[in-house]
């Protein structure tokens, strides 16, 4: 019996000393291998940073300090994955990038953006010229991922820019994306859609009623707002469009501006699902509301004595009727004309707005955006009601899903 416990000790024994030793084999397996791949990461990189000065050289006869630090570091981890090595760089008071492409079947083994200010300045050059008062809201000039990388090379081009063959260089090579916004002009009797389809551009074209108009939009897309988003910002200025022409959906597109007439207000519905410049869309009359219908959709719960939130002192000073709108999911845009509120500080009126679409934040009072001659409210997520008020003498405004 005690032999038998003496081999089971001595056998259970030699498995932990054989179990540690094959954990002892993994990991240093694991350190063997993270070694060979740590020196071979530092090859690449220094054969990376050779071709890189390499080409720098060849394409304008300089070479300059390469740096691994990048603005944007989560795609530069991307690229490196690919094998594509991304280094920022300065020369001649220019800073730019350098991509050397370490995969043995790629053609092009460097890129750079060295170049991208004088190609983009021939570009606003042939668009100021034709179009004086205008503005470029967002250009976008890169490689046509040739690298099939996944991630689109800002300013990245191989080929050397001569100041005469930029249309040649991106048509080989490039692809673009650009919204530009014009004032007392039209694009349909411009070439200026068939030059950029040429150039494998993507564009949003707009053309403005007055400079003013155009200028306040540009101050608006300017602007810092977290309401101005992708082409959010085009539906405010709605009233003040009068044409635009875009193939953001692989057409030449030219939506057309549609206002409807309520009684105190002019509107439009543009749905969600529309994506890119807003395109309106049919929508059923709005229906005029009591005024105490309105406001007690801002007390719910309990009962009179202890409700889950009473919020209808918010309400309680109307400027405008209630209204309904029985739409899907998107945005109806009212545009109240500021003649109608002139009787009141235009800082105190603030809108109150009502969701039936069945979501939790189903209510807010906000302020509206001051575009033109109107005050512009966004109605959101569908079968909306709303109302404007006057804020003046009342404290700031929670909603009772946010507070509780």
């Not at 170049?115 to 570009?123: G, K, S, V």
């Not at 890169?142 to 005469?164: I, T």
Request: proline share 4%; with cysteine.
């Amino acid at each position: 019996m005690k032999t038998d416990t003496k081999t089971n000790a001595k056998l259970r024994k030699l498995s932990t000393i054989v179990s540690l030793c094959i954990i002892a084999a993994i990991l240093l397996g694991q350190i063997t291998l993270r070694i060979i791949e740590k020196k071979k990461a530092e090859k690449l990189h220094d054969h990376a940073v050779a071709a890189a000065q390499e080409y720098l050289q060849t394409k304008y006869g300089f070479t300059t300090n390469l740096k691994d630090e990048s603005e944007y570091p989560a795609r530069r981890n991307i690229l490196l994955r690919q094998g594509i090595h991304e280094f920022s760089a300065e020369y001649n008071g220019r800073s730019f990038y350098v991509w050397v492409n370490t995969n043995s079947e790629a053609i092009n083994k460097c890129k750079d953006s060295y170049q991208f200010e004088d190609m983009y300045a021939e570009i606003k050059n042939r668009l100021y010229s034709e179009f004086p008062t205008s503005f470029i809201h967002y250009f976008w000039l890169g490689d046509d991922d040739e690298w099939d990388a996944s991630m689109l090379l800002y300013g990245g081009f191989s080929e050397y820019y001569d100041g005469s063959n930029l249309d040649d260089i991106i048509k080989k090579c490039g692809k673009g994306g650009i919204k530009f916004c014009v004032a007392n002009a039209s694009f349909k009797d411009s070439d200026l859609p068939q030059m950029l389809s040429d150039l494998n551009f993507s564009y949003c074209l707009t053309a403005f009623d007055t400079e003013d108009h155009l200028n306040e939009f540009k101050k608006l897309v300017d602007s810092d707002s977290q309401l101005f988003t992708e082409y959010s910002q085009y539906k405010y200025a709605y009233p003040y469009i009068t044409e635009n022409i875009n193939n953001l959906h692989g057409e030449i597109s030219t939506p057309q501006i549609v206002l409807r007439e309520a009684e105190d207000y002019v509107y439009s519905y543009l749905p969600i699902e529309n994506a890119g410049f807003p395109v309106a869309a049919d929508i059923a009359p709005p229906t005029a509301l009591e005024t105490k219908a309105f406001t007690e959709l801002f007390y719910y719960g309990g009962s009179k004595t202890s409700p889950a939130y009473d919020e209808r002192e918010y309400v309680d000073t109307p400027v405008s009727v209630p209204q309904y709108f029985e739409c899907g999911y998107g945005d109806v845009m009212i545009y109240y004309p500021l003649e109608k509120l002139k009787n009141y500080r235009i800082e105190d009126i603030s809108y109150a707005w009502y969701s039936r679409g069945g979501f939790s934040n189903n209510r807010n009072i906000e302020k509206p955006v001051i575009f033109g001659d109107y005050a512009v409210l966004r109605l959101q997520y569908g079968e909306m009601s709303f109302m404007l008020v006057d804020m003046s003498g009342k404290g700031e405004y929670t909603p009772g899903w946010a507070a509780k």
